[in-house]
């Protein structure tokens, strides 16, 4: 029997619904799906990605607004970047105060950004990756460019809409008189998409945009003939093929490879020092820095001597050789490629086509949507500087009217009650033009100012026969966008403060690559390897049975001479090797490291062999379950501290055996103690495997214990009881097929079933 019936359930009252609601019933995959694709769309178009017109993102546009509202002309005054930020915030984009001084800190920064927006007075960030002062500590105003991207804003150049509570409006786009999405780039990560753009030249960006005019149908090859590639405000050299360059402007995907610019500095009595003067861009120096100095340290670069910084206004990283000797070009070689002093730099032209579409554009699209932009501002300005023209015109022909008639109209001022009415009747003056003559001035009576007025009415009627032509012809809106550009050309192309081309292009030196072994000084070590995995390398070569310190509970387990130019191999009961460098090793007296922090050794996993890798040698390597096969030693070199896998184990069974190839026989011993002989060309040449059987055990206990190379003809030895070597020179008993079973080892071999080393 149930302990209660739906009956004597309470059913819950429906909640009451205000007056003009309702309730919507779907399903909440539905429901979150559509709300999160509202917050994509929200995030994709009015944050992270810029428009191609204007190159901006909406808090940038909005800042640039605000300040002009402000008027911080770039030869007016500065004003607090608190007050800035408050009003964007509180005007136009309701976000955090924070982040909106962050993206107007950007602005302007040289070394972000090519062309800066904003003029800062106070610390705004530097190369080091200082963050800025407190917004309440700084001051801004606007640039030339950032000025020239709104000029005409106030001639009804672009759309206006609402701010976000409908009390003020902002611009949708602005004017935009030169290309700044590619002159200062844009980086940002929406939902599911991104943008990446490097800054670009002016003056290059002018040439290819007059050039795209004047024939429609150019290429991109064309276009990358005028615009060779990114223009970094840090400068820097690339040395990106072309084809690179090429492939990236049409698809609008890609990178470039970007590296510091140097030179030699002689320091007389053949010493000489490399001086880094420009560095890759979205580098932060004292990160360079700091990662050179640990290069040095860790000896990873033995030929650099050291790195000073130098640098006061302009970049100077100073580089110490070890040596003399060393050859410059080299040693930047190495450089580039241990640390930031080259980068490489993504492109992906993700941006929103008239504002609404994000598209992957390439060179040729991107410039396309800026000259379209510029035509229909320029088409809005003409009809905007008409109507004020036709405007101005209509009150000027009412001022002609009153000159020619000034005594019938001062009287009709004087003696009517409805001077206006009388007016516009007598005169067939319209509305504005009788109001206009009520508000003359009595010193507007003057027979020069007729003369004034129409001149005044002929300049007018030309500007506006000339704007009427403009408007009616493709070809004079090209012509006069091209005379535009070429204005801003010579305000901020190359002749202009600032506007040479700084990042050099240039294909790669042809350097002869150096590996960082040959740049190792070759110094003799010895490795010691404790039983617990503890590794260091003692200078020079110690006798190999001096008496060393271990921790409580270690000792000794394997040692060896060798160089620090050597590579080390570490093979692992997992199957894999690990390679390691006889230079990175830990030195001094103490303890040392362990191997596990240096490569990634599972905690379940032994060292079975730590040997010198030898080029050309090959390697028998055997699992406890007598499964194994011969390897190429060249063939299990691992790059990266993962290692190799080459012995495939699992469950139980781990790898055990790692021998020399140094004979035609191998011999192999189980933990049943019988041992089996047989010729080394029965085992296959694998890179990676499990391999073939060595020994069968009769029970499925029964595990390898040990197994020897060697010379049939000097016969198989080992130590007996009494710590004699033993040498066994008829071994027909015991030599048979790869696989078999084998017989009970001969009296005297060693009760822990080893051979001899």
């Known amino acids: 029997m149930p302990l209660y019936t739906t009956s004597m359930v309470k059913k819950k009252d429906t909640p009451e619904i205000p007056d003009g609601g309702h309730i919507i019933a779907e399903p909440l995959r539905r429901a979150l799906g559509d709300r999160y694709l509202t917050y994509a769309l929200s995030t994709i178009m009015n944050r992270a990605l ?160 007059i050039h795209l005019v004047k024939f429609p149908n150019a290429g991109v090859e064309k276009l990358v003939d005028l615009v060779p590639g990114p223009d970094f405000p840090t400068g820097g050299v690339m040395i990106e093929p072309r084809e690179n360059i090429l492939n990236a402007y049409k698809t609008g995907r890609g990178s470039f490879r970007l590296r510091a610019k140097w030179e030699l500095e002689d320091m007389g009595r053949g010493m000489w020092q490399i001086i880094v003067t420009e560095i890759p861009y979205q580098v932060q120096k004292s990160k360079l820095i700091e990662k050179i100095a640990e290069i040095i340290n860790a000896k990873k670069i033995p030929i650099l001597g050291d790195v000073r910084d130098e640098s006061a206004e302009d970049i100077r990283l100073v580089l110490e050789p070890r040596s003399k000797t060393v050859d410059p070009a080299v040693l930047m070689e190495a450089l580039f490629r241990q640390s930031d002093l080259e980068t490489r730099f993504s492109l992906n032209m993700n941006v929103l086509i008239d504002g609404l579409v994000p598209q992957v554009s390439n060179l040729k699209e991107v410039l396309r ?89 002929d300049t007018l009627l030309i500007e506006r026969s000339d704007l009427e032509d403009l408007i009616g012809s493709d070809e004079l809106q090209w012509a006069k966008i091209i005379e535009q550009l070429r204005a801003t050309r010579k305000e901020f192309g190359k002749s202009a403060d600032g506007g040479a081309r700084r990042t050099v292009l240039t294909d790669a030196p042809d350097v002869e690559e150096v590996p960082l072994e040959a740049m190792i000084e070759r110094e003799p070590v010895t490795v010691v390897c404790s039983e617990m995995g503890w590794v260091r390398a003692r200078s020079g070569h110690i006798a190999l049975d001096q008496e060393l310190k271990f921790k409580d509970g270690d000792g000794p387990r394997f040692i060896f001479h060798a160089e620090t130019t050597d590579k080390l ?93 140094a004979g035609d026989h191998i011999a192999c011993v189980g933990l049943n103690r019988k041992l089996l002989v047989f010729s080394l060309a029965d085992l296959p040449r694998l890179g990676r495997g499990k391999g073939v059987r060595l020994q069968k055990y009769a029970d499925k206990d029964g595990e390898l214990s040990d197994a020897k190379v060697f010379e049939l003809s000097a016969g198989l030895k080992w130590l007996d009881g009494g710590g004699r070597t033993r040498t066994e020179t008829d071994l027909n008993d015991w030599i048979g097929k790869r696989a078999g079973a084998g017989r009970m080892a001969p009296r005297g071999f060693p009760r822990d079933n080893k051979f001899t080393d």
């Not at 998409?193 to 670009?200: G, K, L, V």
């Not at 009217?401 to 019938?408: C, E, G, S, T």
């Not at 001022?413 to 009595?442: C, T």
């Open 369 to 457: 949507a800026f000259i379209d932009h510029r035509r229909n501002v320029l088409q809005r300005r003409s009809k905007f500087r008409l109507g004020k023209i036709d405007a101005r015109l209509e009150v000027l022909e009412g001022y002609i009217i009153a000159f020619l008639n000034l005594d019938r109209v001062i009287e009709i001022i004087r003696f009517e009650d409805d001077p206006k009415a009388m007016l516009m009747a007598e005169f067939d003056l319209s509305d504005v033009q009788g109001e206009a003559i009520l508000n003359m001035r009595l010193r507007s009576l003057r027979k020069l100012e007729e003369m004034e007025l129409k001149r005044e009415r």
């Open 569 to 661: 191999l570490v093979f692992g009961s997992n199957g894999r090797f690990y390679t390691l460098s006889a230079n990175d090793l830990p030195g001094g007296r103490g303890m040392g490291e362990p191997v596990r922090l240096m490569v990634d050794l599972p905690n379940d996993a032994e060292i079975v062999a730590f040997f010198i890798h030898e080029p050309g040698r090959e390697l028998l390597v055997a699992s406890s379950a007598g499964d194994g096969f011969v390897v190429a030693e060249n063939e299990v070199i691992a790059h990266t501290r993962n290692g190799r896998q080459v012995l495939n184990v699992k469950g139980n069974i781990k790898a055990r055996i790692c021998l020399f190839l």
């Open 50 to 209: 810029p428009d191609a017109r204007d190159g901006l993102k909406p808090v940038h546009r909005r800042i640039l607004f605000a300040m002009r509202e402000l008027k911080l002309d770039p030869k007016g005054r500065f004003r607090k970047s608190s007050k800035i930020s408050g009003d964007v915030m509180g005007n136009y984009h309701p976000h955090g105060d924070a982040a909106i001084y962050d993206a107007m800190a950007r602005l302007a920064q040289d070394f972000s950004v090519r062309y800066p927006l904003v003029d800062g007075q106070g610390n705004f960030g530097n190369i080091d990756g200082d963050n800025p002062a407190a917004a309440r500590y700084t001051e801004a105003r606007m640039t030339a460019a950032a000025e020239a991207l709104m000029e005409g804003i106030s001639e009804d150049a672009v759309d206006f809409r609402d701010n976000y509570d409908g009390s003020l409006t902002e611009p949708v786009v602005l004017p935009a008189a030169f290309p700044n999405l590619l002159a200062n780039g844009s980086s940002g990560i929406a939902v599911g998409m991104a943008t990446n753009i490097p800054p670009h030249n002016i003056n290059e960006l002018i040439d290819a945009a």
